[in-house]
């Protein structure tokens, strides 16, 4: 059982938009940022969203990352097959003094 | 360029210890936190443990607590997961990660490609 909540898929068409959910409390989510990651099947994950809603250099704009109160989303629009991947969010829980990451979503596209 | 390369994965008994390390290049240590994150067979991440740049702060999951110590080699440039009181439920693949941040709370950017931990009797 996750600290932070998250469906365990989603799915859509090309092109479409997609967003994933990423359900936490007020020691993690409410109170700190998310971080949010993709792992490609047989990799190591590759981080995707930072301090909440930034992206590193050589992410797509297509992704994006908002959050409100407990809850964290991660956006992705006009999808690609290659985007097929487990998607995971991760925040500070400041209760726990630990890291937690959500149980993942895969992403069907 | 940054590179992370872990080792000393392989077959442990329960009860018994196992050391993995990982060899970092094209940055120091001690300008950033890293962190030790799992992944059982099929599974999910479990964040495992951190520690900070300057070493003074270090951290547990709960289901590592008392058993499980980060450490840092300067010389070598290398991070370290000791692993004592292994459990079958212990089995992974083991990533070390680095932090964007000397704190630890700006993301994961760059991760090894990890070392495969199996507890097994």
């Known amino acids: 059982q996750s600290v932070l909540t998250q469906p365990p898929s989603v799915s859509a068409a090309p092109g479409q938009r997609v967003t994933i959910s990423c359900s936490g409390s007020?020691?993690?989510?409410?109170?700190?940022?998310v971080s949010w990651y993709q792992q490609l099947p047989g990799t190591a994950p590759q981080l995707l969203i930072y301090?909440?809603?930034k992206r590193p250099s050589g992410i797509p704009d297509r992704f994006s990352g908002s959050k409100s109160g407990t809850s964290a989303t991660l956006g992705i629009t006009g999808l690609q097959t290659g985007d097929e991947a487990n998607y995971y969010c991760?925040?500070?829980?400041?209760?726990?003094?630990?890291?937690?990451f959500g149980g993942g979503t895969k992403l069907t596209v | 360029e940054v590179q992370l390369v872990e080792s000393g994965g392989g077959l442990a008994q329960p009860g018994g210890s196992l050391r993995v390390s990982c060899a970092a290049s094209?940055?120091?240590?001690?300008?950033?936190?890293m962190s030790w994150v799992r992944q059982a067979p099929g599974k999910g991440l479990e964040w495992v443990s951190a520690?900070?740049?300057?070493?003074?702060?270090?951290y547990y999951a709960a289901s590592v607590k008392g058993r499980f110590t980060i450490s840092r080699d300067k010389s070598k440039n290398t991070l370290y997961l000791q692993m004592e009181g292994l459990r079958v439920e212990d089995t992974a693949i083991y990533y070390c990660?680095?932090?964007?941040?000397?704190?630890?709370?700006?993301?994961?950017?760059?991760w090894g490609p990890g070392t495969l931990l199996s507890v097994s009797s």
């Open positions: 990660a680095k932090d964007q941040n000397y704190y630890g709370s700006e993301g994961l950017d760059y």
């Open positions: 094209g940055f120091s240590l001690w300008d950033y936190a």
């Open positions: 520690i900070s740049g300057s070493g003074d702060h270090t």
């Open positions: 007020s020691s993690n989510i409410e109170d700190n940022y």
């Open positions: 301090e909440t809603n």
């Open positions: 991760e925040s500070w829980d400041s209760s726990l003094t630990a890291w937690v």
